[in-house]
């Protein structure tokens, strides 16, 4: 399928053809969420997991218009160059993107919406975005939660932040009947580390059982289904360290009064700055991770 506003990469497009497994990537963990060069080595390393674990990788943006899934080596350094200037875009952003010709990475839920038009079942990130603290009084609540009830699609993520309000998040989920599947856990995982203190409602602990909840749950009438993937024990973040990040982090988005789409890009990178690296190592190993899980349960779908 390719349109004036939708290219499908050639492998993807081959792949999509022949009905082989295809994992969906998004782009804003890569020019939002990581530095530049670090970002470009870990997008590359994304797309080599999931070719080796037997998928077919579609990294998603929108450039100049349209959106690609299954951006080719160029369009990849250009998304993850550090003047790319890309935009930020959410589902909302994506009718003005398309239309208006403008470029911008995309985040969970418009990579969800993307991925679903092109017809991939199967999504492998970080972190989902979800209840910000404080947001009885702020609203500030992330599309990924709205869009995953409504796109048909697996997201295979390491939980949200715990810079979010987890438990609120958990009831939004709920609100939105989307199942969250603890992947060999009955914690929800919490990024950096591997449990948030929250259980998930579901345990599942193969890639075949995860595809058939994946199938049963659309039956059923379902749409988005979250797997939830911990950190790998040998990556996991100092319990302390990360306490202390996060403390300053919080009082940083204080002082500069930061709010909104900011938050996150404004957080992760006071992580990477004041943990000396230590982030984006765990950043890096439990990406590299859902990706390889998300590989093994697109192959499983029918
Ligand atoms: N959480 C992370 N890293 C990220 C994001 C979230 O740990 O890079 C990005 C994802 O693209 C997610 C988006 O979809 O932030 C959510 O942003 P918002 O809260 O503004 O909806
Ligand atoms: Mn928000």
Redesign the pocket.
């Known amino acids: 399928m390719t349109t004036s506003q939708f290219t499908l990469g050639p492998e993807v497009s081959a792949a999509l053809d022949d009905g082989r497994p295809v994992v969906a990537l998004?782009s804003?963990?890569l020019s939002?969420?990581l530095p530049p060069g670090r970002n470009l080595d870990v997008a590359r390393r994304l797309e080599d997991t999931i070719r080796a674990a037997g998928a077919v990788p579609a990294t998603i943006a929108v450039l100049d218009g349209r959106a690609i899934a299954g951006l080719s080596p160029a369009e990849l350094e250009r998304v993850c160059a550090a003047d790319s200037g890309l935009d930020?875009l959410?589902l909302r952003d994506l009718g003005p993107a398309l239309a208006l010709g403008r470029s911008g990475?995309?985040?969970?839920?418009?990579?969800s919406a993307l991925a679903a038009w092109a017809g991939i079942g199967v999504f492998a990130?970080?972190?989902?975005?979800?209840v910000?603290l404080g947001a009885s009084r702020t609203w500030?609540v992330?599309?990924?939660l709205g869009v995953l009830s409504r796109v048909p699609v697996l997201v295979v993520c390491s939980g949200?932040?715990s810079v979010l309000d987890i438990p609120a998040t958990l009831e939004v989920l709920e609100t939105g009947s989307v199942p969250v599947l603890g992947y060999r856990t009955g914690d929800f995982p919490a990024?950096y580390l591997r449990s948030s203190g929250h259980e998930v409602p579901w345990r599942v602990d193969d890639a075949a059982r995860v595809a058939a909840v994946v199938s049963a749950h659309r039956s059923a009438g379902g749409a988005g289904v979250l797997l939830a993937n911990p950190i790998p024990e040998a990556s996991e973040m100092d319990g302390a360290l990360h306490d202390r990040l996060l403390q300053e982090g919080l009082e940083l988005l204080r002082e500069k009064e930061i709010s909104?789409?900011d938050?996150?890009?404004a957080l992760?990178e006071h992580f990477h700055t004041a943990s000396g690296g230590a982030s984006l190592d765990a950043?890096e190993a439990l990406v590299l991770d859902n990706a390889r899980v998300a590989a093994e349960v697109a192959r499983e779908l029918p």
């Open positions: 998004e804003t963990l939002h969420g930020k959410s990475a995309t985040t969970v839920a418009a990579t990130t970080g972190g989902l975005g979800g910000h500030d992330s599309a990924d949200v932040k990024f909104g789409a938050v996150t890009p992760l950043n």
